[in-house]
């Protein structure tokens, strides 16, 4: 039912959400964990900042980064100068661009679970010997195992439904940036009803298992996190 | 010796002491609520920060503000049991243990591990996971984590105050068996007065973030002039053994520097240490000796201290042998028996509770 360019562009999707979804974890993790515990006066800015894409229409932030990314951009200079070229219509581009974008799905899941981890915890794991670096892998990671949970599948889920900053700054290049969500748009476009089905039933049933997974996870929380 | 001196300052709040506390038994940290007992566990396990802090263990120093020296919380070798048993969740209680033993330094010595679950009473829940546990369990485990890092000192945060009385009831015997057992200093927060007594070598009334007394509990208890002697919980301790038992009239006999005393039959070996706790309220003071008297423990004293206590009440502090004695009787018995300091009189214990055993 599924044609090869179809399959084609529902590997690449997964590779792009993979990725993101990595790199917003990587970054994600020690933001949150400072949004949650500090008392600067940046942490509303901050916070402001990450969940800037929960509100702006993606073409907005698609444009903003085209233009950061290209030629003229401070992103774009940056890239040429070390090398790597232009960002625009590339998938490292459309990387770049999922992360900023998904960023807050992936954030504010950890931030809660988070500030839900009293501080008594961090201080048990310090009169049991364990540095702060060491607490945070052994004993908060563990306690906010179902932010984290939340963050990936939303991260993921999110990054695999966007489209409108893909358009912007990656296009619609077959094998490097026409991912699933532009790939029903192409069908549609062309009046490939069948074809446009069979990708958007692929996308429902995978986000409703998503999100079915996700509150059945947390229907069953451990008492012993609060 | 191990001494503590710190000074914080959160503004409604302070903490000002300097403490030298002995090297071995309990010191009981007793106070009402904000009285700094807590804070002061905190600065000495290095969790709350002071301004001005002197720290000195087993002639080591752990923190001095004025030579810069801050002992991160991981490397002091302590024991630290908090109100709630703080048991991680997502870890088996042998893991919840193991946990400070896998990051202790390769220097340190091994506790004991199989003698310390035993003697907490924990072999049967090693394989569980914490929310399967009662409170007391809990505790113990906690209790059993703290001590299997061998630690240099060890501190408890009011280990009992959220447990429900027969749950206190249930871990106590298990604290007095380690008060007797443990080579190392106890600080134990508390302000339950019931488990001062049972539990005390030494204590440290605190009021305000001050130090009011220090010494040790007999001595600190039998001071008139704190508020402590004027309550109608005001109480001595005694330390005694066990001397005699008296099997047709189901009584046991303990014996001091001094005298002795009847009590109720007690389940223990002779030679054993009994703690016993004589109210204030239940000690009435003669001139002579009665002849002819229902009460069975009338004893010499010598009249120490007299105070003047508010409705109409006097505290008199009297010495009995070697034991410290306070008795709380009317203004008017002081008149009418013209009761002075130094003076050789005879005391009527009505009543005494053991603490122990």
Redesign the interface.
């Known amino acids: 039912m599924l044609s090869a360019s179809d399959l084609d562009t529902l590997l690449l999707t997964l590779k792009l959400a993979s990725l993101a979804t990595l790199i917003m974890l990587l970054i994600g993790t020690p933001l949150a964990w400072w949004l949650s515990r500090t008392q600067s006066a940046w942490k509303g800015v901050i916070n402001a900042i990450v969940a800037l894409p929960l509100v702006l229409p993606p073409t907005v932030l698609g444009f903003y980064l085209l233009l950061a990314l290209g030629p003229h951009g401070a992103i774009g200079q940056l890239t040429r100068w070390l090398g790597i070229g232009g960002l625009p219509f590339t998938f490292a581009g459309l990387v770049l661009a999922s992360v900023l974008y998904s960023l807050p799905f992936v954030v504010q899941p950890l931030q809660t679970a988070f500030a839900a981890i009293d501080q008594?915890?961090l201080?048990?794991?310090?009169?049991?010997?364990?540095?702060r670096l060491?607490s945070f892998f052994?004993?908060i990671l563990?306690?906010a195992?179902h932010g984290f949970l939340s963050a990936s599948v939303l991260g993921f889920a999110h990054t695999v439904g966007e489209f409108g900053v893909v358009l912007m700054v990656g296009g619609n290049i077959p094998d490097q940036t026409r991912v699933v969500s532009v790939q029903i748009y192409n069908h549609v476009e062309a009046l490939e009803y069948g074809q446009a089905h069979g990708l958007a039933a692929v996308l429902l049933v995978f986000s409703f298992s998503v999100l079915l997974v996700l509150y059945s996870v947390n229907h069953k929380r451990?008492?012993?996190?609060r | 010796m191990m001494r503590c001196q710190f000074q914080v300052d959160y503004g409604s709040f302070q903490l000002a002491l300097d403490l030298s506390l002995p090297n071995r038994g309990v010191t009981v940290l007793f106070g009402d609520s904000g009285s700094g007992k807590t804070s002061l566990l905190r600065c000495i396990a290095g969790l709350q920060t002071a301004q001005s802090a002197h720290l000195e263990i087993n002639g080591k120093l752990w923190q001095d503000s004025d030579q810069g020296v801050f002992l991160p919380p991981h490397h002091r070798p302590l024991g630290y049991v908090f109100q709630q048993a703080n048991l991680f969740p997502h870890l088996t209680v042998a893991e919840n243990i193991q946990f400070g033993i896998k990051r202790l330094d390769k220097s340190t010595a091994k506790a004991n591990l199989d003698e310390l679950i035993a003697l907490l009473g924990i072999k049967d829940l090693l394989n569980r996971l914490p929310d399967k546990l009662s409170g007391g369990e809990q505790q113990r485990v906690a209790i059993a984590r703290a001590l299997a890092l061998n630690p240099e000192i060890l501190l408890m945060d009011e280990p009992l105050a959220a447990l429900d009385f027969k749950r206190k009831q249930e871990i106590l015997p298990y604290l007095q068996n380690l008060q007797q057992r443990l080579e190392i200093p106890v600080l134990y927060v508390t302000h339950s007065l019931q488990e001062m007594l049972q539990l005390a070598n030494h204590i440290v009334l605190m009021n305000q973030g001050k130090v009011e007394a220090f010494g040790s509990l007999a001595q600190v208890l039998s001071r008139i002039d704190l508020p402590l002697a004027k309550q109608r919980e005001a109480c001595s301790v005694w330390h005694t053994v066990l001397s005699a038992h008296d099997a047709e009239y189901q009584l046991s006999e303990v014996s001091f520097n001094g005298g002795h005393l009847h009590l109720p039959s007690l389940n223990a070996e002779l030679g054993s240490a009994v703690r016993v706790q004589i109210y204030a309220r239940d000690v009435s003071i003669c001139l002579e000796k009665p002849q002819a008297s229902s009460i069975l423990n009338v004893l010499p004293a010598i009249i120490e201290q007299i105070s003047d206590a508010d409705g109409g009440q006097t505290v008199v502090q009297l010495r009995v042998g070697d034991q410290a004695l306070l008795a709380h009787i009317t203004s008017k018995s002081k008149q009418l028996l013209g009761l002075i300091e130094g003076m050789a009189v005879y005391v009527q214990i009505k009543g005494s509770s053991v603490l122990n055993g």
């Not at chain 1, 451990?222 to 996190?225: A, R």
């Open positions: 008594r915890w201080d048990t794991a310090a009169t049991l010997r364990a540095s060491d052994s004993v563990p306690l195992k451990w008492d012993g996190l």
